[in-house]
């Protein structure tokens, strides 16, 4: 009878380890499979990086070409009012010159 009860013993501790082999090779697999997800939640996150970079860079591109659109489009108002300013005085002078 003695023989008997290691007998189930045994059958019950190898039950037990079989069953927390299979929850160890369960978790195992869950594990790799979030491993995996971190790795493409990286990739994904140094991809957006990138895009933020370039998008900065860009930015900067534009910003520095309004500044010269808006540097240039003064120099063309301040150059134009010039010459209105002569084509008014020129006015002026035939004007004077005409009443005389």
């Known amino acids: 009878q003695s023989l008997r009860k290691l007998e189930e013993q ?3 501790l190898y039950s037990k380890l079989s069953k927390e082999k299979e929850v160890g090779n369960q ?12 790795a493409d939640q ?3 996150l140094a991809d957006i990086q990138i ?8 930015k900067e591109k534009l910003t520095r ?13 301040e150059k134009s009012n010039g010459m209105a ?16």
Not at 27 to 38: A, F, I, N, P
Not at 85 to 100: G, N, P, T
């Open 10 to 12: 045994h059958q019950q």
């Open 27 to 38: 978790l195992t697999s869950q594990m790799e499979q979030l491993e995996g997800e971190l």
């Open 42 to 44: 990286r990739k994904e």
């Open 51 to 58: 895009d933020l970079k370039q998008r900065d860079h860009d």
């Open 65 to 77: 070409s309004l500044k010269e659109s808006k540097a240039s489009f003064k120099r063309f108002i």
């Open 85 to 100: 300013e002569k084509a008014r005085q020129v006015d002026l002078s035939q004007y004077s010159e005409q009443q005389m």
